[in-house]
């Protein structure tokens, strides 16, 4: 059995039970008041058990777990004060990740592993179109047409909004504005960055759940220029690994300790504006996410970010200080309050905005699987180093990675995109062939091409040209004898994760 956690000394030693780790967790309190080094004690106590952890870096100064500590001077003053007398320095290994490439190994998911729910909720789409973006993934499907990146998606829809008049008994209306709308929002969130996270090679998900030298591999997302661009990409790229792990790792019921521990820290971005079926399905997803070993703890400012039905899921919990400045600042500190089971020595809700920097309320789950009763502690400080690490500690770190030059090359093979013009261009060049031959072109090979364009351009619609782009091309028009004849075939399935299948989406294959 795996050895427990001191994570804070109150008038006894506080412990988190590695058995009880995957029930879950919360670490909240406002800025300032030491989550983030909560949240790094937690990680390394992990990986010193050999318990891989994914969390995401906003700030810049979670890198410094690769790096050995112990001489701040606050932390040894810490470590003393707490009669810890075996402290010392220690690194753990890190693997870096980054949408963006640049401070970590690329990751990457294709747009078929997206359900259309969460793309549409990342398009701010509304019912109706989240139904085309539903009909273009279906139509897709049916043809054998991998949507692997955003200019696979938009020739797909494009293709769909030219030829709705043949898919509107089947699947219903395609309006243009529908379309049109979500080709802005493919636009616009492309100029955002998002772009480089729809492709190959896609993340494997076994890369994650690494370990070395007995440790856990620590993975962090360096999500600094992400949260600066677009805060909702991340929370969704998160939601959607959270939902990949639900989907592909095998139930095992409550081991001695987590398979990976998953810190989803600004949790708030998760849920503003959320549905309320879509919350109701990561509540589910979050419950039963423990039976295949995984531990999620939500990092955030205020517990009433997190919906109830969610934040009763949350088994362990360290609550730093809050602040009751407004009356919604009053009304949290209350909620938090009353969430702990109570002790009868202490009052939680006054405590609570006296905490200093790195104290916290914290209450843990006992053998039996109850909580404790709430303590007022001073949080175990980390091992590691507290802060960033210099660019050159970092490139180093990449370099020398495992995942070394295995994500950093972008795989882009025939997918929709290039079926579809590939299509287009035998169609027209079947259209110009004289009559009387066998199908050679009359000219020769480009000429006989070009002539073709020249008397046929004026009929053919604007459509998808190379790389995605949307220009004035003849392709669409011609297309669409052979997608219909396609379109009758047996449709098959592509892989896609739909928040782990329970959002409407198919299973991995």
Not at 118 to 141: P, S
Not at 485 to 493: F, Q
Request: without cysteine; hydrophobic residues 40%.
């Amino acid at each position: 059995m795996a050895e427990p956690i001191l994570v804070a000394q109150a008038k006894d030693p506080i412990y988190l039970l590695p058995k009880m780790a995957n029930r879950h967790g919360l670490i909240a309190g406002a800025t300032g008041t030491g989550k983030t080094v909560t949240l790094q004690t937690l990680a390394e106590n992990f990986s010193a058990r050999g318990v891989p952890v994914f969390m995401a870096d906003v700030k810049g100064d979670l890198a410094g777990i690769s790096q050995p500590g112990g001489n701040n001077p606050k932390v040894v003053a810490r470590a003393k004060e707490l009669g810890i007398s075996d402290f010392k320095g220690e690194a753990y290994p890190v693997v870096f990740w980054d949408v963006f490439g640049e401070n970590g190994h690329p990751v990457r998911a294709t747009v078929s592993e997206m359900s259309p729910r969460l793309l549409g909720r990342l398009l701010d789409l509304n019912d109706t179109q989240e139904g085309v973006l539903n009909m273009v993934f279906k139509i897709a499907d049916e043809n054998g047409m991998l949507l692997l990146d955003l200019k696979d998606l938009r020739a797909m829809l494009q293709y769909v909004a030219d030829n709705a008049d043949q898919f509107k008994t089947q699947y219903g209306n395609v309006s243009a504005a529908s379309a049109g709308t979500i080709q802005r929002n493919l636009l616009a969130l492309e100029s955002q960055g998002a772009d480089k996270f729809f492709g190959e090679p896609a993340l494997n998900l076994d890369d994650l759940i690494q370990t070395q030298n007995g440790k856990g591999i620590v993975n962090i997302l360096a999500a600094e220029k992400l949260m600066q661009q677009s805060p909702k990409v991340y929370a969704t790229f998160l939601l959607w690994l959270l939902s990949e792990l639900f989907e592909n790792l095998p139930e095992i019921g409550d081991p001695d300790k987590p398979k990976l521990v998953f810190f989803f820290d600004e949790a708030h971005l998760l849920f503003a504006d959320i549905e309320k079926a879509v919350e109701e399905k990561i509540e589910q997803m979050v419950r039963l996410i423990r039976s295949k070993g995984v531990g999620v703890y939500f990092v955030s400012q205020n517990p009433l970010d997190i919906p109830d039905i969610v934040l009763g899921q949350l088994g362990n919990r360290v609550q730093h200080a809050l602040r009751a400045f407004t009356p919604r600042d009053q009304k949290a500190v209350a909620a938090a309050a009353q969430t702990f089971r109570q002790n009868p020595k202490l009052n939680a809700e006054k405590t609570l905005t006296e905490l200093a920097v790195g104290e916290a309320l914290v209450s843990m789950l006992e053998e039996s699987g109850s909580p404790a009763v709430v303590q007022r502690a001073k949080i175990v400080p980390p091992h590691s180093q507290v802060g960033a690490i210099t660019p050159d500690q970092r490139k180093q770190i990449i370099s020398s990675s495992i995942l070394a030059g295995h994500y950093e090359k972008a795989v882009d093979r025939e997918s929709a995109f290039e079926k579809l013009q590939a299509r287009a261009g035998q169609k027209v060049e079947a259209a110009g062939a004289p009559p009387a031959t066998t199908g050679a072109p009359a000219d020769g090979g480009q000429s006989a091409f070009g002539k073709v364009l020249g008397e046929v351009g004026s009929i053919f619609k604007p459509t998808i040209g190379p790389r995605g782009g949307v220009h004035d091309t003849m392709a669409t028009t011609a297309m669409k004898s052979v997608i219909r004849a396609a379109s009758s075939s047996v449709g098959r399935e592509i892989v896609r994760g739909v928040l782990g299948g329970i959002l409407g989406g198919g299973s991995r294959r």
